[in-house]
C-alpha cells in the first residue's frame, strides 16, 4: 500500500496531515486494478478504526449516521459529497453514499459501521440497491442494510 501511495504521490503518509483526495482516488484505482475491489473493501472495514470519528456512538443507527460527520471531519475544501442514512424498521434502514470514493470503499466503511454496533449474533447485511451507482455513472450509490 506504501508504494501505491507514492506512486499516486503520498510519499510516507503521516497521521494528521492532510493529503490530496485526488491522490487517495487514484491509489485506490490502482489497487483495484492491480489486486482487485475486495481489496479496497477492507480497506474501507478499517476507516472507522482509524479516521477522526464522532464520540457517543453507542447503536447501529447511531453509527451509521455518524459516517457523514466522521466524512466531513476528515476532509476539507471543496463539495466533497456526504453520506447519508435513512432508518427503515428496528434493525434495517438505507445509506445514501454521494462522494467521489469508489463503491467498494464505502460498502467496507458502511459494513464495519453495521459490525461494530450490532448485537454479536446478528446477521449482518449489506446490498446496493441503486438503480444505477456510481461506478455505472450514476450519481449515488444506495446500501440497504440490516442487522
Not at 34 to 42: A, I, L
Not at 61 to 84: F, K, P, T, V, W
Not at 97 to 119: H, L, M, Q, W
Not at 129 to 147: F, H, K, L, M, T
Request: glycine content about 10%.
Amino acid at each position: 500500500m506504501q508504494e501505491t501511495l507514492a506512486e499516486n504521490g503520498i510519499d510516507e503518509p503521516e497521521p494528521d496531515e492532510w493529503y490530496p483526495q485526488q491522490a487517495y482516488l487514484d491509489a485506490f484505482e490502482s489497487i483495484v486494478d492491480s489486486v482487485g475491489s475486495r481489496t479496497v473493501t477492507n480497506v474501507g472495514k478499517k476507516i472507522p478504526e482509524n479516521a477522526d470519528w464522532p464520540p457517543g456512538i453507542d447503536s447501529v443507527a447511531g453509527g451509521l449516521e455518524s459516517i457523514n460527520e466522521a466524512y466531513q471531519m476528515n476532509h476539507r475544501n471543496g463539495d466533497i459529497g456526504y453520506y447519508a442514512f435513512e432508518k427503515e424498521g428496528d434493525s434495517e434502514g438505507k445509506v445514501f453514499c454521494k462522494n467521489p470514493y469508489p463503491c467498494d470503499f464505502d460498502r467496507g466503511i458502511v459494513t464495519a459501521v453495521v459490525e461494530e454496533f450490532s448485537p454479536e449474533d446478528a446477521l449482518v447485511g449489506v446490498e446496493e440497491v441503486s438503480d444505477q451507482c456510481r461506478a455505472s455513472g450514476g450519481n449515488e450509490c444506495i446500501y440497504q442494510v440490516s442487522w
